[in-house]
């Protein structure tokens, strides 16, 4: 399973960029009018090492890369973005021995396609399909191998009907916006580990391996450059479950500035705030270091990272 989803997704992002490549070598014109390919790719690394140090610490090394990649195509009335985000991040601190040898730090596969046909002003007739997971194993933490997650462990995979709201913006060309609303969408949730699965872990029912719901979507996407060394990049995506407490909106915000120091390297800030309904999270309700059980809470997380950065 694993490896016919990585080879799907490599296939169909690989199909894209060759028609999009295809349809662009038929003349230089129509490169610049239909199709728009590029991302960006950034690797970082950290280390810090103690020999007699009176102030004290522990020696780790750290990295994280992150890639990003799109192929969008608009023709007379037809529109059809591709986008493709990886991330992966690993730490590893101390030389004692220890449960877990390198925690992982940051892990996301996350691919979306969207075709849309021009309805009205900015407004075009869309269907989606999004897919996310992880790559590898995810454990609580440094000191204990309990694995919490891994590779389709969990996935979601969302298909959506709606409309897609895709201003422009003359006066800001490095600017692009888009807002995808979809009243109808279906998700699946996949925990294919058998002891995640036996767990009930991320929604699905102790012993299952899917979990299907069904309720509304929207997904928000806006981009910039500016002043030259800036991009900032966000994406919110938002479902809400009609059958099951409709009202708890299950939320992912992913927002990417990048300041570029010079042509390779770039500074690199990540935030991400998630919110599922259906996971359950450690609680600490005294604030005294100690988790006494688990809770439904708003997650977040941060990475900042400086390091070669490559865009195309």
Request: proline share 3%.
């Amino acid at each position: 399973m694993r490896k016919f989803l990585i080879v799907f997704l490599s296939v169909l992002l690989s199909a894209t960029l060759a028609f999009a490549q295809e349809a662009a070598d038929s003349s230089a014109k129509k490169k610049n009018e239909n199709w728009k390919l590029g991302g960006a790719a950034s690797l970082n690394f950290s280390q810090v090492t103690f020999k007699n140090w009176a102030g004290g610490g522990e020696p780790s090394i750290s990295g994280n890369m992150f890639f990003n990649a799109f192929a969008n195509y608009a023709k007379d009335k037809t529109t059809w973005d591709n986008t493709l985000d990886l991330g992966y991040g690993m730490m590893r601190q101390g030389t004692k021995k220890t449960q877990v040898l390198f925690y992982k730090t940051d892990d996301k596969i996350d691919f979306a396609s969207k075709y849309g046909r021009y309805a009205f002003k900015y407004w075009y007739y869309s269907g989606l399909v999004g897919f996310k997971t992880q790559f590898a194993d995810g454990y609580k933490s440094i000191t204990d191998s309990t694995r919490i997650s891994t590779w389709m462990s969990p996935a979601y995979l969302n298909i959506a009907l709606g409309m897609d709201f895709k201003p422009t913006f003359e006066n800001h060309p490095n600017m692009t916006f888009s807002l995808f609303i979809a009243p109808l969408s279906g998700r699946i949730t996949f925990v294919t580990d058998s002891l995640l699965s036996a767990e009930g872990a991320y929604g699905v029912e102790p012993g299952k391996k899917f979990r299907p719901e069904f309720g509304g979507y929207v997904k928000a996407q806006f981009k910039i450059d500016f002043l030259k060394v800036f991009t900032y990049t966000t994406k919110l995506d938002l479902f809400s479950n009609y059958l099951v407490k409709a009202q708890n909106v299950d939320m992912n915000w992913e927002n990417l500035l990048t300041i570029k120091l010079s042509n390779w390297f770039s500074a690199n800030l990540s935030i991400t705030l998630a919110y599922d309904d259906d996971i359950d999270v450690p609680v600490d309700r005294d604030g005294d270091g100690v988790c006494e059980g688990v809770g439904k809470r708003l997650q977040f997380k941060e990475l900042l990272g400086f390091g070669f950065t490559y865009k195309f």
